[in-house]
């Protein structure tokens, strides 16, 4: 069973940094695609970004949506087993809870919907005040 726990999550100001960790215990973590997403009260689980392996010798590939491409970014260790999402010039929309999950399947075509998704971790939260 694979367990998932984030941290890093705060309160900022607009225009301020946060990188998201979310550390992973179990399972063949370096062979896993990871996700990250979010969710604003009253709204749904929403993508934010994801990475896959592309094949031998632990080439990732990363996706990131739009609304955050270029602030936000998706990378792994594998050494540490845990992902990262560095979210930089953060704005208030970005405030949320914010979640990793671990799928045991490449998501390559697919990986932008929650039921794409194995495990997932607690949330953290994260607070841009304007």
């Known amino acids: 069973q694979v367990q998932l726990v984030e941290s890093g999550g705060g309160l900022v100001q607009a225009g301020d940094s946060l990188r998201l960790s979310c550390a992973a215990s179990g399972g063949a973590f370096s062979s896993y695609s990871l996700g990250w997403f979010r969710q604003a009260p009253g709204k749904e689980r929403e993508y934010v970004a994801r990475?896959?392996?592309?094949?031998?010798?632990?080439?990732?590939?990363?996706d990131i949506v739009d609304s955050v491409k270029g602030r936000f970014a998706i990378s792994r260790d594998n050494v540490k087993n845990t992902v990262y999402l560095q979210m930089n010039s953060l704005k208030p929309e970005d405030t949320a809870v914010y979640y990793c999950?671990?799928?045991?399947?490449?998501?390559?075509?697919?990986?932008?919907?929650?039921?794409?998704?194995?495990?997932w971790g607690q949330g953290t939260q994260v607070t841009v005040s304007s």
């Open positions: 990475q896959w392996s592309a094949g031998a010798g632990r080439t990732y590939v990363a």
């Open positions: 999950a671990a799928s045991e399947r490449q998501l390559y075509f697919t990986g932008t919907s929650p039921g794409d998704y194995d495990y």
